[in-house]
């Protein structure tokens, strides 16, 4: 079964934006919590990050949990796409460890495994992964043969699963841009399994072109979008209007697509409910300028 999201599919948001929050900024919030305020607000999509405290893959009663969000999700009228990006879950004294590339890649390769398994149940249609950076003494071939490796294997379990995977380019890791992540692509033979997480920060971080652009390259594999503001350089997300990303060309730069645009901002958990409200505004009136851009100068800003 391909469950990579119909581009041509309505969404529930008469926008014709499915706007959805990353439950990693809500890391002080219960998630049935956290869901209600989303809801509340008009956010449609959830990108649920599953870590110690919203759906712990490894909790004894995760079944029952995952069950008891999958039917508040259709109360609220949400959907959802399933995130592995918690710094912690894996190890209490090493951020992100480890990753597809070190030699205990296989803890990486369970977690993620399990990550696809939830996302079957809840009816989410992508699980979001990435690579890692390269470890310390390792030479950068074998580090592309262990993420193939690692991917090949999640390939599998995501087609069996009924999902496709949303492989993320991250600043800093082996995979840190499109050309990574159209390399894995290409290693890969190509497969309708793995499709693309773009973070619309991280094209103004990163990339050696507009985000506007960047956003039209990535659009034929894009299943899952994270957006926020960033400043050329430097890998730091930020509220909409604190960097220098345009926001209405590059929503416009969208059209088609039809899956979550996930607002992402992880730090920002002491105030999730005020940034969350500011960030859905903001968003519309970037997108009402898009649409109508002779309206007031100001439109789109914070």
């Known amino acids: 079964m391909n469950a990579r999201p119909d581009r041509h599919a309505p969404t529930p948001d008469a926008e014709a934006v499915n706007w959805a929050y990353c439950t990693n900024g809500f890391s002080g919030h219960r998630l049935p919590e956290a869901l209600g305020v989303l809801a509340e607000l008009g956010y449609t999509g959830a990108a649920i990050t599953l870590d110690h405290g919203h759906l712990d893959p490894y909790a004894p009663g995760l079944a029952g949990e995952v069950a008891a969000i999958g039917k508040l999700l259709g109360e609220l009228g949400m959907n959802a796409v399933v995130e592995t990006g918690g710094r912690y879950t894996l190890d209490p004294r090493r951020k992100h460890y480890p990753t597809l590339l070190d030699d205990a890649a296989d803890r990486r390769i369970d977690y993620l495994t399990r990550a696809i398994r939830v996302a079957a149940e809840l009816g989410a249609p992508v699980v979001h992964l990435w ?106 997300h930020l509220e909409f209007g604190a960097g220098e990303i345009d926001f209405p060309p590059a929503l416009a730069a969208l059209d088609g697509y039809r899956g979550q645009v996930a607002v992402e901002l992880g730090r920002h958990g002491h105030a999730a409910p005020e940034v969350a409200r500011r960030s859905i505004d903001f968003l519309r009136r970037a997108r009402e300028r898009m649409d109508h851009p002779g309206r007031a100068a100001d439109a789109g800003r914070p």
């Open 131 to 236: 690579s890692g950076a390269i470890p310390a003494g390792l030479h950068p071939d074998e580090a592309w043969a262990r993420l193939a490796r690692g991917c090949e294997h999640l390939l599998r379990a995501a087609e069996r699963g009924g999902v496709v995977l949303g492989f993320e380019p991250e600043p800093g890791m082996l995979v840190a841009d499109l050309a990574g992540y159209e390399r894995l692509r290409e290693l890969l033979g190509g497969p309708e399994q793995l499709g693309l997480t773009l973070d619309i920060g991280h094209c103004r971080c990163v990339e050696p072109y507009d985000v506007p652009e960047c956003v039209r390259r990535a659009l034929p594999y894009l299943v899952h979008v994270q957006i926020d503001d960033m400043r050329r350089g430097v890998h730091e």
